[in-house]
């Protein structure tokens, strides 16, 4: 007698850009800050579903959000809290950031009169600023923004860049997570995106000098300009 052989189905692996652990008033979820943001909500899922059930057991169990210094959208907000909400038990108590470093350069566009925008610019779309502009949220691969001054994502920038659209060799391009499908300031044109580095998980900026690009952590921006 003949037949098939099942192959059992291993679940996959959990890549841990989420971390639960229980403490004495409740739960914390750690969030890693150098991920794509469907990452997160993915490996959330598994663990409700498949390897956290008993840790997550219980009548209404507080919950801290702890993302580092990830700055999120009210649609990524509602996405998670939607996620959070399928654990009737679970009540989520505060979402907290480590923002320090990046309200420092928030202030400073703000200060420039940037253009404050939030959500996620997906694959298509194009937004475009004549002043600096500040995207609270990610650019995907695809997507495309640009301004006649600075570019600041407070996300991950996979996408296109362009700064300096009308001539402007001064401007810069900043983000959380700086992995372009192509970057330019003015007429300048990034490298490929395969000699991009994948370990450093620092928010960087590119800016031109002496008509090379360069990419810098952000921590450098005060020696490019030291007037702000």
């Not at 990046?102 to 194009?126: F, P």
Request: hydrophobic letters at 40%; charged letters at 25%; glycine letters at 8%.
């Amino acid at each position: 007698m003949t037949g098939e052989i099942v192959k059992e189905v291993q679940p996959e692996p959990v890549k841990h850009h989420v971390v639960i652990k229980g403490v004495k008033d409740g739960l914390i979820f750690q969030f890693s800050d150098h991920c794509e943001w469907q990452e997160i909500l993915d490996e959330l899922v598994y663990k409700f579903e498949n390897t956290h059930q008993k840790l997550l057991s219980g009548t209404s169990i507080p919950v801290t959000i702890k993302m580092g210094e990830r700055v999120i959208s009210d649609e990524q907000r509602e996405e998670l809290l939607k996620t959070i909400a399928t654990n009737e038990n679970l009540v989520v108590r505060a979402i907290e950031n480590n923002i320090t470093q990046l309200e420092l350069h928030i202030n400073e566009v703000m200060l420039s009169n940037a253009k404050i925008i939030r959500g996620t610019i997906r694959s298509g779309q194009v937004e475009h600023h004549k002043t600096n502009v500040l995207l609270i949220g990610d650019v995907n691969p695809g997507g495309t923004i640009s301004s006649d001054g600075d570019v600041y994502v407070l996300g991950s920038m996979r996408g296109i860049a362009h700064a300096g659209v009308s001539g402007n060799e001064m401007a810069i391009i900043a983000a959380s997570h700086l992995r372009p499908t192509q970057l330019r300031i003015a007429n300048m044109i990034s490298r490929p995106p395969d000699e991009w580095s994948v370990e450093d998980v620092h928010m960087e900026f590119a800016f031109l000098q002496e008509g090379q690009m360069n990419i810098e952590k952000i921590q450098l921006l005060k020696r490019l300009r030291p007037d702000r």
